[in-house]
């Protein structure tokens, strides 16, 4: 045996360097993911307030008035959960893109091949992404449909007044 046949195997710095630059494309995608889950956690932090500021009034009111905010409260209720939902699978897709990562590195320094599954796992992530934005979307058009009842209310006291 010789000398060289002893040393592990150790890959070279130009495939760590090439196996670097195929990563970087994955991490600004978390970063981005990251700064959506921002906006995603934003959005439910004031859904909360919203509820919160809501509940006590609820107790004290009658009539039209109560069944009003009753409406608004549920409609907050399952604005909340989608919005959770966007955020549950964004953060999945997150986990997956990680795991894209983690498995190009293990793939350089194993030698395995993990191609398949590492175009499965990112296919996967894209899949999540899609679905969270669309999720997302979806919760935005009921806030926004929220706001329009509120308009024709302040339209009709518009008229109420000429």
Do not use: W
């Not at 953060?91 to 350089?108: D, E, H, K, N």
């Not at 395995?112 to 999540?128: N, Q, V």
Request: proline share 2%; net charge positive; with cysteine.
């Amino acid at each position: 045996m010789t000398a060289a046949s002893l040393i592990p195997h150790t890959p070279g710095l130009t495939q760590l360097a090439q196996i670097i630059q195929l990563a970087v494309a994955p991490v600004f995608l978390l970063a981005g993911l990251g700064a959506f889950l921002n906006v995603c956690a934003g959005r439910l932090a004031r859904i909360v307030d919203r509820i919160r500021k809501l509940e006590p009034r609820i107790l004290d009111s009658r009539g039209e008035e109560h069944e009003r905010m009753l409406r608004e409260v549920r409609l907050l209720d399952r604005r909340s959960r989608i919005v959770s939902s966007a955020i549950f699978t964004t953060v999945l897709a997150a986990l997956l893109i990680s795991a894209v990562v983690i498995l190009l590195f293990l793939a350089f320094l194993t030698g395995y091949r993990f191609g398949t599954a590492i175009a499965l796992l990112f296919i996967a992530a894209m899949a999540c992404t899609g679905l969270g934005f669309a999720i997302f979307l979806h919760e935005t058009r009921l806030g926004i449909r929220a706001i329009q009842v509120r308009a024709h209310i302040l339209d009709h006291q518009a008229d109420d007044g000429d």
